[in-house]
T-cell receptor
Framework: KAGVTQTPRYLIKTRGQQVTLSCSPI?????VSWYQQTPGQGLQFLFE???????NKGNFPGRFSGRQFSNSRSEMNVSTLELGDSALYLC?????????????FGPGTRLTVL | DAKTTQPPSMDCAEGRAANLPCNHS???????VYWYRQIHSQGPQYIIH???NNETNEMASLIITEDRKSSTLILPHATLRDTAVYYC??????????FGPGTSLSVIP
């Protein structure tokens, strides 16, 4: 099976702009989670989508939003970018089965805000 | 906040076993212990998980204490490619995963 893919891999934006990142989960996986990783804060949970519904949410401002499509692909959007939004954005997919689910991560999108 | 605590860094000689500890004293009955690792800003990679029993796969072994308040990840023969940050997490089926700062393992030639 193909792994989790994320596009684009690298992105440069300026303050005030908005950005949309995309994540394609492993075929058959219905849950997609998003994380932000910065040197100072480590890996922080943004949100999780399952069957097109947000199931869990982290402590991020409303500028961070996401959605999931019927094919389980997911997008996250950051509006009014700030310098502090520069980070590696990771998505992870899981099957959501009987047992607690293993997450499989994509390579990430490196966002730089100037 | 993360429900696990790990030492911030460890060294291991190449070819030796690397034993990475994790404390999770407030673990609840339905929480699984998961281990991931992240090599230099790549996406984290799943290693192993367990509930009560010890587990082994082609990458590592997981030893969970009987009271489930701590666990140890064992890489039996560490190589330079095992240099990474190792994360120990707790998860149930529907909870979000909270990552702590992990343990930075350096494998030394």
């Amino acid at each position: 099976k193909a792994g989790v893919t994320q596009t684009p891999r690298y992105l440069i934006k300026t303050r005030g702009q908005q950005v949309t990142l995309s994540c394609s989960p492993i075929s058959g996986h219905r849950s997609v989670s998003w994380y932000q990783q910065t040197p100072g804060q480590g890996l922080q949970f943004l949100f999780e989508y399952f069957s097109e519904t947000q199931r869990n949410k982290g402590n991020f401002p409303g500028r961070f939003s996401g959605r999931q499509f019927s094919n389980s692909r997911s997008e996250m959007n950051v509006s009014t970018l700030e310098l502090g939004d520069s980070a590696l954005y990771l998505c992870a997919s899981s099957a959501v089965g009987f047992e607690a689910d293993t997450q499989y991560f994509g390579p990430g999108t490196r966002l730089t805000v100037l | 906040d993360a429900k696990t605590t790990q030492p911030p860094s460890m060294d291991c000689a190449e070819g030796r076993a690397a034993n990475l500890p994790c404390n999770h004293s407030t673990i609840s009955g339905n929480e699984y212990v998961y281990w991931y690792r992240q090599i230099h800003s790549q996406g984290p990679q799943y290693i192993i998980h367990g509930l009560k029993n010890n587990e082994t796969n082609e990458m590592a072994s997981l030893i969970i204490t009987e009271d489930r308040k701590s666990s140890t990840l064992i890489l039996p023969h560490a190589t330079l490619r095992d240099t990474a940050v190792y994360y120990c997490n707790l998860k149930t089926s529907y909870d979000k995963v909270i990552f702590g700062p992990g343990t930075s393992l350096s494998v030394i030639p």
